[in-house]
């Protein structure tokens, strides 16, 4: 099985502030890596996937980069609502592991 | 619009089975894989499965072999998950999201909770 592993596990950031998160896989997926933002006692919400595509209706401020086993999602101008907890999850092979999580709070 | 919507709440004793549905609309259910994740209180994301709607093949993980089927229904657009020999650690969000063409989760269904419990 792929362990698909996140840094940091939490964060504390200001609004406007640029966020960065890292995954790494624990072998090469390619870019079959998704990124995922889930809110308390909601379903989780595709924001990127393939590695860098943004998926349709997510604001420009969210972005992903990377190939092979490492991988980043940044929020370039951290935004009230962005507060949250974030997932990657690679669909590379089954079973289709997730990251542990990162989750976003307010300094 | 793309809609996934899931059945209610299920409250189960240890030992009994539950099956979740989760009802499709606005696309062509047989032209997506579904796939099936949980999140158990206060923990991350959980998967379990997916299912070719088109084909009925379904593809578990490890953990949940032999101990979970998913179905679908055509005539429906609906897809089932059912687990079998609930234990409490069973108690979690259980969602149906949709796979778009690169595997990516792009729809979710707004989730099930099932509370095992004697």
């Known amino acids: 099985d792929i362990q698909m592993t996140q840094s940091p596990s939490s964060l504390s950031a200001s609004v406007g502030d640029r966020v960065t998160i890292t995954c790494r896989a624990s072998q090469s997926i390619s870019d079959y890596l998704n990124w995922y933002q889930q809110k308390p006692g909601k379903a989780p919400k595709l924001l990127i996937y393939g590695a860098s595509s943004l998926q349709s209706g997510v604001p420009s401020r969210f972005s992903g980069s990377g190939s092979g086993a490492d991988f980043t999602l940044t929020i370039s101008s951290l935004q009230p609502e962005d507060f949250a907890t974030y997932y990657c999850q690679q669909s590379y092979s089954s079973p289709r592991t997730f990251g542990p999580g990162t989750k976003v709070d307010i300094k | 619009q793309v809609q996934l919507v899931q059945s209610g709440a299920e409250v189960k004793k240890p030992g009994a089975s539950v099956k979740v549905s989760c009802k499709t609309s606005?696309?062509?259910?047989?032209?997506?894989?579904m796939h099936w994740v949980r999140q158990a209180p206060g923990q991350g994301l959980e998967w379990m499965g997916w299912?070719?709607?088109?084909?009925?093949?379904?593809n578990f993980a490890q953990k949940f072999q032999g101990r979970v089927a998913m179905t679908r229904d055509t005539s429906f657009s609906t897809a089932y998950m059912e687990l079998y020999s609930l234990i409490s650690d069973d108690t979690a969000v259980y969602y149906c999201a949709r796979a778009n063409i690169l595997g990516a989760f792009d729809i979710w269904g707004q989730g099930t909770t099932v509370t095992v419990s004697s």
């Open positions: 606005g696309y062509t259910f047989t032209g997506y894989y």
């Open positions: 299912i070719n709607p088109n084909s009925g093949v379904t």
